[in-house]
């Protein structure tokens, strides 16, 4: 292991920032970045220190000419985080737009919900997986959410609560419990956590992710976050009366007016069930 890559991940242990699957993506930028630098560019940098602006900026250029601009902005934000915790912020500009990083593209009209997951589901061995993959589809939860979550406490009776420790980005919220299938998948949750989560006592957050990954590929449903789509565009059908252009529905500039109020107000409400703060990354769930 190289120096360089050694003294950034002993960084990522003083700073645990943000939810498990984060730190873990933080580490895997970090080394990356590290063997860039010193394999690809010939950057011998002694210290996590060393960084200046010249380090980001060949790193950046590498980096348009071989991953996608969403890779780029995730390694970018990643960088961000090192020259911070060093003290050494300025390192890297504030916006993505000074290193000639363009805006992320979407593809707005490609679903990529899980449909009919239920056979699937049944075949997880894991009773916490499989609760926990029942509760994604009902509530349009992340899987860390789901892990994390404490089913009696969330339980707020005509909504689901979410507290921010769950949460990616701290940010907690509340979803309604809308249906009969909401209340049943809740209710068996409560039963099997008792008052703690979908995490048995005995395992740590990391062992039951290890056995999260294990049972849904087997099972044959490794992409889980589509469950979120599902729920994200089923949502919308309910609030408006018709499809996401993602699921086979009008284009927004094929909206009447009406329509188009509609879809506005559904979107929002979505953004907020789904734990986001930008309006505009429903287009990822439900297209445009």
């Given at each position: ?65 071989t991953v996608s ?174 499809n996401p252009p ?35 990354i429903t287009n ?5």
């Amino acid at each position: 292991m190289l120096d360089l890559e050694y003294r950034l991940l002993q960084l990522t242990r003083r700073n645990r920032d943000g939810a498990y699957a984060t730190q873990r993506d933080r580490r895997k930028i970090l080394s990356l970045a590290a063997r860039q630098l010193y394999h690809t560019l010939n950057y011998r940098l002694p210290h996590e220190r060393s960084l200046k602006p010249k380090h980001v900026a060949a790193l950046v250029n590498h980096w348009q000419a071989t991953v996608s601009v969403a890779t780029q902005k995730n390694r970018l934000a990643v960088l961000r985080w090192w020259a911070e915790k060093v003290g050494k912020g300025n390192m890297v500009p504030t916006t993505n737009a000074r290193l000639g990083i363009g805006r992320r593209r979407y593809q707005p009209n490609v679903s990529k919900a899980v449909t009919n997951p239920e056979i699937a589901i049944k075949r997880v061995q894991d009773p916490y997986v499989g609760l926990g993959l029942r509760l994604q589809q009902a509530f349009g939860l992340r899987r860390e959410e789901a892990m994390k979550l404490r089913p009696r406490l969330a339980d707020g009776g005509r909504y689901l609560e979410l507290k921010s420790s769950w949460c990616k980005g701290g940010r907690a919220r509340v979803i309604p419990i809308r249906t009969p299938a909401q209340r049943t998948v809740l209710d068996e949750a409560k039963a099997l956590a008792k008052g703690g989560s979908l995490i048995p006592a005995y395992k740590s957050y990391r062992q039951q992710l290890h056995t999260w990954e294990h049972q849904t590929t087997k099972a044959g449903i490794s992409k889980t976050h589509g469950l979120r789509h599902a729920y994200a565009q089923q949502r919308y059908l309910e609030l408006t009366g018709f499809n996401p252009p993602a699921a086979g529905g009008l284009r927004h500039f094929e909206l009447t007016v009406e329509q188009q109020k509609l879809d506005s107000a559904a979107r929002q409400q979505i953004t907020a069930e789904l734990g986001h703060h930008r309006l505009a990354i429903t287009n990822h769930y439900l297209g445009r």
